[in-house]
């Protein structure tokens, strides 16, 4: 019954690795977002895309690679990782990139980056 | 630069007491969304206004817009444990294509 479901939960990984959260929603919308709480709990968006095409890509470094297999599904890839990038990652959906679409989020995936 | 400011950051009240809190901006947004985080979990939608001077009510909570639609305030009452959570308000600014901004968030401890 889980509406948007992230994995993994929590990821412990070394700096200069790669990895990879995967995401997906069978809530049957049509747009998805990679959203970053920081330590202060403050949410800010990374990407979106509606209905596999990226729409929004803010200023986040190349090192973060989303793909959209279908429209259920957006994962995302960090290459290189550092230190700063520990944070939790939502991904989040939403019927419709038009206004007034609430966000639907899945319960994030902690990185921490040693 | 944060486009929407939340306070309090924190607030630590007893059961029955009654709070607002306030999100205020100084752009126009076309709608605002109230969203609740508890640990370990997404946030998850309260409520939508769109309309300047709207007010909403959803049980204990009631939730207005101003004028200018610039800024919000949920007021709660008679707070309960269970309301205990992470509050975020997030507007939505005409043309941003569904790029909701979240505002810094107010944590909410209520105790017995």
């Known amino acids: 019954d889980t509406a948007v479901s992230q994995t993994p939960k929590y990821l412990v990984t070394q700096m200069g690795n790669d990895k990879s959260i995967k995401c997906e929603q069978n809530?049957?919308?049509?747009?998805m977002y990679w959203y970053k709480q920081d330590s202060k709990k403050f949410l800010k968006i990374m990407f979106s895309?509606?209905?596999?095409?990226?729409?929004i890509n803010e200023t986040v470094p190349n090192r973060f690679s989303p793909k959209s297999p279908d429209k259920a599904h957006l994962n995302l890839h960090i290459n290189s990782l550092e230190l700063g990038d520990s944070a939790v990652y939502f991904c989040a959906s939403s019927q419709a990139t038009g206004m007034y679409s609430p966000l639907h989020f899945g319960n994030g995936t902690r990185l921490t980056v040693t | 630069t944060q486009l929407l400011e939340q306070s309090p950051q924190f607030l630590s009240i007893q059961e029955g007491e009654n709070l607002t809190v306030y999100c205020n901006s100084s752009s126009v947004f076309s709608s605002l969304q109230w969203y609740r985080q508890e640990p370990g979990e997404g946030p998850v939608l309260l409520v939508t206004v769109v309309t300047g001077g709207e007010v909403k009510k959803l049980k204990r909570l009631t939730f207005q817009f101003g004028d200018a639609r610039k800024d919000s305030s949920l007021h709660i009452t008679a707070a309960q444990p269970g309301d205990t959570g992470l509050y975020l308000c997030?507007?939505?600014?005409?043309?941003?294509?569904?790029?909701?901004?979240f505002g810094t968030g107010t944590r909410l401890q209520v105790t017995l």
């Open positions: 997030a507007g939505e600014r005409t043309g941003t294509a569904s790029k909701l901004t």
């Open positions: 895309y509606n209905n596999k095409e990226l729409i």
């Open positions: 809530l049957g919308h049509d747009t």
